[in-house]
Nanobody
């Protein structure tokens, strides 16, 4: 089971740090991804990490503003979000890809999903 936390309301230009914690599940060599879904839009990949292979991916829309990190020994991952924009408003989810892939931002490749945490950025 995965659980995302750390969401909240922040003004544009502000920062938030999201956390993803696993229970009954170990990260091992799996990719851990952050995804978001805004109202009326499809869920999209934001950032993903596979610490085992040293791989990190970012969506173009968040490059330079968001930083993903992880501690696989503790089965935790984080998403540091800086310079937030109103268009970053969404429910954010963490997920795990246990398939034979090093890393991906394709949501359909992720098998395990946690409950989301809501991020609202006001202008």
């Amino acid at each position: 089971q995965l659980q995302a936390s750390g969401g909240g309301l922040v003004q544009a230009g502000g920062s938030l740090r999201l956390s993803c914690a696993a229970s009954g599940f170990t990260f091992d060599d799996h990719a851990i991804g952050w995804f978001r879904q805004a109202p009326g839009k499809e869920r999209e990949g934001v950032a993903s990490i596979n610490q085992y292979y040293g791989s990190i991916l970012y969506a173009d829309s968040v490059k330079g503003r968001f930083t993903i990190s992880s501690d696989y020994a503790k089965n935790t991952a984080h998403l540091q979000m800086n310079n937030l924009k109103p268009e970053d408003t969404a429910v954010y989810y963490c997920a795990a890809d246990v398939g034979p892939r090093t890393n991906t931002l394709e949501k359909d490749e992720y098998e395990y999903w946690g409950k989301g945490t809501e991020v609202t950025v006001s202008s």
